[in-house]
């Protein structure tokens, strides 16, 4: 491991202060930094402790929720506002992960996890774009049974591990950021990037930005809404596809919808075109199965994960069809 320096930063002014190296990284609950610290695949120079900042959930005038960047992902699954408002929120972070990684994770360490590809995690043997950017991908004539069939390109395949994005991109979350330039908001949809060349840039941030709060706006149909996980095996497995979605029905038809999908991209993929299909169709088999198709149209499989775009599609219809029968049970 490669020696480092280590500071506590007391607020966000002072964890930006102290990120100001060009080799600094913030540390949150290390779940996934201190694992790539041990594979040597990330070598800071300085970690900066950002756990003592903003570790709140309060109400916002809106009537959302504002959580903060420092919360432990087990402290928001158990919030009663979560649970009983953005359900699928909490149903995602539970599908993430072990107890004891969730009392360690932060909200914002989360979002900004890096993808869990054994090519990328393979400095000694493997070619990876993204851990050595012009050095090539290993993956996408290699085992790539979990990687993209969404958004890739030549470049890079990798998926992003995260099941909480998700959940959050559906319900159109605020990613609230701090840095030398002052204060930003953005839309989580847009804070991952696509690979594209640079699969190594992997979001919007800019070297020394800090994330200090994430926003839930009100959304009355989040209270009809869940996560659906579908992996290879039930404990703790990184998904093969993930749906999150919430479904407001009126007299069989759907006046709104959020849709979005993990496991398929190297971003959490907000399902655009499925919602635009769906929006005043009839609440059937037939309308969740040509939504789906309009969004997987664009799927480009690999020889291994092909599977995905009917397992995706199948997902999706199921968790639609669900949703539906409890919608028509709240009305």
């Known amino acids: 491991m490669t020696p480092f320096s280590y500071s506590r930063a007391d607020n966000a002014a002072d ?29 800071p120079s300085a970690l900066i402790d950002v756990t003592g900042l903003d570790d709140g959930i309060v109400d916002t005038d809106a009537g959302g929720l504002k959580i903060g960047a420092a919360v432990r992902n087990s402290a928001l699954a158990a919030d009663r506002r979560v649970r009983s408002r953005f359900p699928l929120l909490t149903r995602a972070i539970v599908a993430g992960a072990s107890a004891q990684i969730r009392n360690m994770a932060t ?44 958004g890739a390109s030549p470049q890079c395949v990798a998926t992003h591990p995260s099941d909480m994005a998700v959940a959050m ?8 950021l701090e840095g030398r330039d002052g204060a930003r908001s953005v839309a989580l949809t847009d804070l991952h990037r696509l690979p594209g060349e640079r699969p190594d840039i992997e979001t919007q941030l800019k070297h020394g930005e800090l994330i200090t709060a994430i926003e839930l706006p009100p959304l009355s149909l989040a209270g009809n809404s869940t996560y659906r996980k579908v992996r290879d095996r039930a404990s703790y497995a990184f998904a093969l596809i993930s749906v999150a979605a919430a479904l407001e029905v009126k007299d069989g038809r759907i006046t709104d919808v959020r849709l979005a999908l993990g496991g398929v991209a190297h971003k959490p993929w907000r399902a655009v075109k499925a919602e635009a299909a769906l929006m ?8 969740f199965l040509a939504a789906a198709d309009a969004e997987l149209s664009d799927a480009v499989p ?12 199948r997902t999706m219809a199921a968790v639609l069809e669900k949703l539906t029968q409890t919608s028509e049970r709240r009305a």
């Open 107 to 150: 909200v914002g360490g989360n979002l900004l996890q890096r993808t869990r590809c054994s090519y990328f995690y393979d400095d000694a043997g493997s070619a990876c774009n993204k851990r050595t950017p012009g050095q090539g991908c290993d993956a996408r004539h290699g085992f790539h049974r979990y990687h993209a069939i969404l």
């Open 280 to 287: 005043g169709r009839p609440a059937s088999e037939a309308s």
């Open 169 to 176: 991109a559906a319900l159109d979350a605020v990613v609230h």
């Open 302 to 313: 690999l020889p291994l994960n092909a599977f995905k775009v009917e397992l995706a599609r």
């Open 15 to 43: 964890a930006i202060r102290l990120g100001v190296d060009a080799g600094a990284k913030f540390l949150g609950g290390g779940t996934n930094l201190v694992d790539l610290m041990r594979e040597t695949i990330e070598r």
